[in-house]
């Protein structure tokens, strides 16, 4: 009976570890499971953080960046925050991590949908047309980013790093994330601002801008300031007047006015006007002018035009 007793009380301790271990086996794969899920985190949200600083200091000082380069690297910018948003959708989550995963889902797609919404309008609040429109489109869906940092901030680390503390895991916690570093971006008019959109609607793109008036040609007649001209014939008149782009990137919807003696202005457009290209545009004077008048040709300021002295000429003709 004493053999059997201690041979019994034997197997009953070999039984326990056998269960301590195993638990403890399953602890520490659970405590691993754990840990490697904030691992994964804590990188996408490092990441994160690297692209919010490189979009914002973009947007904050262009540099030297042409309208292409900026637009290009906002579409990098968005390329980014999709990757990561699958990345995020793709993560082995163990079951204490639910809540937070789920909610983790919900702030990247928000922070992807936003970068798509202002990739996709860049390139027109860059533009001439529609400007003002795709503008307040961005500085709306910096609201969604502010939307995915207060989630973050108030659901996603405090419950993951909650859940780690629970499980006695220490040095694991997800750092911070806040996509939209600057409540200023909030407002409609730093967006503008930063863009270079005017009241009217307009854009200044990053880099030297400036185009020059170079000829003003009327029913193949060249003009010249100081130099009296005279027109003759009864068919209709039309003004050529050619400008040169001489900044370092192309303008689009280049406005040209004639007036005669100061009267109703006569407008033209060019519509895209390359880097160092020479563009036309032609305007009908109506009704046909009599005599002997001052022409006025004037080739509207580009967004970003610092010298317009070059962009205008008067000229004395004298229809017959």
């Known amino acids: 009976m004493l053999r059997r007793g201690l041979a019994l009380g034997g197997g009953l301790v070999v039984l326990i570890l056998i269960v301590l271990g195993i638990k403890g086996c399953l602890d520490a794969r659970a405590n691993r499971e754990l840990s490697d899920y904030a691992r994964s985190v804590t990188q996408i949200v490092d990441e994160t953080a690297q692209t919010s600083k490189t979009f914002f200091d973009k947007l904050e000082d262009p540099g030297s960046l042409s309208v292409t380069d900026f637009v290009e690297q906002v579409n990098a910018d968005r390329s980014a925050m999709d990757s ?33 919404q202002i990739a996709d309008r860049m390139s027109t609040a860059l533009a001439d047309e529609g400007s003002a429109k795709a503008t307040a489109v961005i500085a709306n869906q910096m609201q969604k980013l502010l939307a995915s940092d207060v989630l973050y901030e108030t659901v996603v680390r405090p419950e993951i790093d909650s859940v780690l503390a629970s499980n006695g895991i220490d040095g694991s916690d997800v750092p911070e994330s806040s996509f939209l570093p600057d409540d200023k971006w909030l407002d409609e008019s730093e967006v503008a601002a930063a863009l270079g959109v005017s009241g009217s609607g307009e854009a200044e793109t990053p880099g030297v801008h400036g185009t020059e008036l170079v000829s003003t040609i009327v029913n193949g007649t060249e003009l010249a300031e100081g130099a009296p001209a005279v027109i003759s014939g009864e068919e209709a008149i039309e003004v050529e007047v050619q400008v040169v782009n001489q900044g370092e990137s192309a303008e689009n919807g280049v406005t040209v006015s004639v007036s005669v003696d100061g009267g109703n202005t006569l407008q033209g457009d060019i519509s895209t006007l390359e880097q160092g290209e020479i563009g036309t545009a032609t305007i009908l004077l109506t009704p046909t002018p009599k005599g002997e008048v001052t022409l006025e040709v004037n080739v509207d300021a580009v967004p970003g035009e610092q010298i317009t002295e070059n962009n205008e000429a008067s000229y004395t003709v004298t229809f017959e």
Not at 86 to 114: F, H, K, N
Request: net charge negative.
């Open 84 to 116: 990561y948003a699958s990345r995020v959708d793709s993560l082995s989550t163990p079951g204490d991590m639910g809540d937070a995963q789920r909610t983790l889902e919900l702030v990247y797609e928000l922070r992807a949908s936003a970068m798509n």
